[in-house]
């Protein structure tokens, strides 16, 4: 009724959940990256619980419409509370044979399906939203799902997203062998006051709304304090309040007006439940439990018990408080320091898009290839001196001995062949080869794409940190999942995960071209290859690496705060350059920024959200670099 009248392309409040109005807070943004992170390395069990309306089923229909191709997903909307009809609605989610079926007999059939994904190269995820409706019976029956793995990895991962109901059940002691399995979780929390500001002013933009000042702060302030923070009760006030606005043809909402809806809606706002396990909402790097994953049971509050309360009180010195505090710091930070999982968790939570400022290197000449040899070394496609054309690489032989001489070397000229099956077979890393070295080498590789370290011996780079050369190289890293089409669209070359078999070591590879049937790849332990999309697409694991440049005064993530931000200005100067945007470079990520951007995603084949996020900033940076970015398009 009111859409006219605002200029509204549809209702910007309504209680569905429509995944193009997800909007970034802390709290969702963090339970978005626990769970893509869990999918991704197959971590099994997940759990995100919320109060009602904090965004869980938005959060699921989110996440099923960013999933890569490759994960199958299973959305369980309205949980069974018998088991078989619990089994059977898992297999119609990956669409397996589940009519008629014994309990047994579904598990098999679910089994089978799993083996086949996992051959192909794929994962799979089941999502069971509302969890905190299923029975303990079923409950029961989820951690044998969990046993479908291979001796590698979980074929399954699975997600609970439930109500605070569902941490009271998973207290039970007839449950401990589900909640000792579950390796991530998370709760919702509420939306901040400025969180609150940002969600308003997203949805009015996503409904084609103009006016970012439609809503007076003032009027923010009381949607926030009569809803809690609450989205679906954000949006239950914001619908009726613009109902009446346009009642009473006012273009601006101001606080009374929210006063006069809140005493007609007269909601109930429950009290904030406490996380189980901590008090407030973790940190990027605090997403993955400290302690190995089985040990991670919630145990209940001393509080439960009414035998505590009868206990004799202690009396405790401040001296022995002093002593306690420095033991249990220093506990706690030995297990930060020296933790293996943590420090993989770090890096992967926080490795992409935080390096410090860039420092340029001035390009430098190509140098020669040399011979591969068993200690690897970047490799370079185009040799310095075309009269001293480079010998065929070569993998080392069985016996350790540098390989053979070959017995006419190639023409530089001649295209290499397609990589043979032995080839690929080959690729698999020697034994006793150090993969960290073929790494490092690799990278160096991927560095000279951008003109970096060409005539820098690899000898003098020799245990460097990757990550290190790619700082002082001045530029930026990003970690995708190894999707070719994602790849091929953003257009950079990237450092791939070769793996003979799904379940085996692998080690860097570099993917230099891309097109429609073949792919290019420079090999440290094999050379330069040239193999088929699909032999590639089946061969690639784990994550894959980009390397990208920042543009002059625009740092992410944006401030979309109500005040100036300079990157918020040079990026619409530039957009503007671009002539996508039309407005004046004002400093303010605008209803206007946010339209220009989403015109320049769909052109890289990303999603039209208006968030400039990483890729998105990538694309801007390939299209105002142009020459400078090196890409996948020059080879084969």
Not at 102 to 127: C, I, P, T, Y
Request: neutral net charge; glycine residues 8%; aromatic residues 6%.
């Amino acid at each position: 009724m009111y859409e006219k009248f605002f200029g509204f392309s549809e209702p910007p409040f309504n209680q569905t959940p429509d995944p193009q109005f997800y909007c970034s807070s802390s709290t969702h943004d963090e339970a978005f990256s626990l769970i893509l992170h869990g999918i991704a390395y197959r971590k099994g069990f997940i759990v995100i619980t919320g109060e009602v309306g904090t965004g869980k089923t938005t959060l699921c229909q989110r996440l099923l419409a960013t999933l890569d191709p490759s994960v199958k997903a299973a959305l369980i909307l309205n949980p069974s509370s018998n088991p078989i009809e619990l089994l059977r609605s898992v297999n119609q989610g990956f669409g397996v044979a589940s009519k008629d079926l014994s309990k047994m007999e579904l598990v098999v059939e679910l089994n089978k399906f799993l083996l086949d994904n996992l051959k192909s190269g794929n994962n799979a995820v089941l999502l069971i939203d509302e969890a905190q409706n299923l029975t303990v019976e079923c409950l029961e029956e989820i951690p044998l799902l969990s046993n479908l793995e291979s001796p590698k990895a979980k074929l399954l991962q699975i997600v609970l997203l439930g109500q605070t109901e569902l941490e009271d059940k998973l207290r039970l002691t007839e449950l401990r062998q589900l909640t000792q399995r579950i390796v991530l979780r998370n709760h919702l929390l509420p939306l901040d006051l400025e969180e609150t500001r940002v969600y308003i002013a997203s949805r009015l933009a996503v409904a084609g709304g103009k006016d970012e000042d439609l809503f007076t702060m003032r009027a923010v302030e009381r949607v926030h304090a009569l809803s809690g923070g609450v989205p679906r009760l954000i949006n239950a006030f914001c619908d009726k309040v613009l109902l009446a606005a346009c009642l009473k043809q006012s273009k601006v909402i101001g606080d009374a007006l929210v006063n006069e809806i809140g005493r007609d809606l007269a909601v109930y706002i429950p009290p904030l439940p406490k996380p189980m396990g901590r008090t407030r909402p973790l940190g990027p790097a605090q997403q993955t439990p400290l302690f190995e994953p089985d040990a991670s049971v919630r145990l209940p509050s001393s509080k439960d018990s009414a035998s505590d309360q009868r206990r004799p009180r202690v009396r405790v010195t401040p001296g022995w408080v002093g002593v306690a505090g420095i033991l249990v710091i220093g506990f706690f930070g030995a297990l930060y320091w020296l933790s293996p999982t943590w420090l993989k968790v770090n890096e992967f939570l926080n490795g992409a898009g935080k390096t410090p400022p860039p420092v340029e290197i001035a390009p430098v000449p190509v140098p020669p290839t040399g011979d591969i040899k068993a200690n690897p070394a970047p490799l370079d496609a185009t040799p310095a001196d075309a009269s001293a054309p480079p010998r065929a690489p070569q993998a080392p032989t069985a016996t350790g001995n540098p390989p053979a001489p070959a017995a006419s070397p190639p023409s530089p000229s001649a295209a290499p062949p397609a990589a043979t099956t032995s080839e690929r077979a080959a690729a698999q890393a020697p034994a006793g080869t150090d993969l960290k070295e073929v790494r490092l080498a690799a990278t160096v590789s991927l560095l000279n794409r951008w003109g970096r370290f060409q005539s820098t011996p690899f000898d003098k780079l020799a245990g460097r940190d990757p990550g290190v050369l790619i700082r002082e190289a001045g530029l930026q890293s990003a970690t995708f999942q190894p999707d070719l089409g994602v790849l091929e669209r953003l257009d950079y070359p990237c450092l791939l995960e070769w793996r003979d078999k799904p379940e085996s070591e692998g080690h860097a590879v570099v993917l230099t071209g891309l097109n429609q049937s073949e792919a290019t790849i420079l090999d440290p332990l094999l050379g330069r290859r040239v193999v088929g999309r699909g032999d590639l697409a089946k061969h690639v694991g784990g994550e894959a690496l980009v390397l990208w440049k920042t543009l002059p005064g625009i740092k992410i993530p944006l401030k979309l705060k109500k005040e100036k931000d300079p990157s918020v200005m040079e990026l619409q100067r530039l957009l503007k350059k671009e002539g996508l945007y039309a407005g004046n470079a004002n400093g303010f990520y605008n209803p206007a920024t946010r339209a220009a951007i989403v015109k320049l995603q769909p052109r890289a084949g990303l999603e039209e959200t208006g968030v400039f996020g990483v890729q998105t900033y990538m694309t801007l940076a390939k299209r105002v670099l142009g020459a400078k970015v090196p890409s996948l398009k020059a080879e084969p």
